[in-house]
């Protein structure tokens, strides 16, 4: 019976839509953020000119993202923070490692 046992490879590929969802809004739930620099269309992640952008090479990640700040918050600790918390969401949710995160600070949002 043994020597009837089969092996299947099989392979699980995440979308880059579920990484950007993921991302924007692990961003979005970090204090001090603002918002994203621009909205998340169809067309801007085709052209990969959104405020996320996402390479993946084998099965590993790196993503590019771009916020807003809120008027008197730290831009280095806010960006910090959103390095991590996209670093730790996108590899808790979806398994994907994650080599680098990328924040562009934009802008600052005075309310």
Known sequence: MDDVKKSAQSKLRISEDVIITVARLAALDVKGVAGLAGEITKMSKLRQNGPITVS??????ALEIKIKVKNGAKAT?????????VKENVQNMTGVTVARVNVVVSGVVFE
Do not use: H, T
Not at 56 to 61: E, R
Not at 77 to 85: G, K, P, R, S, T
């Open 56 to 61: 993946v090479i084998g099965d590993v990640a």
């Open 77 to 85: 600790a806010v960006a910090e923070e959103v390095q991590n918390a």
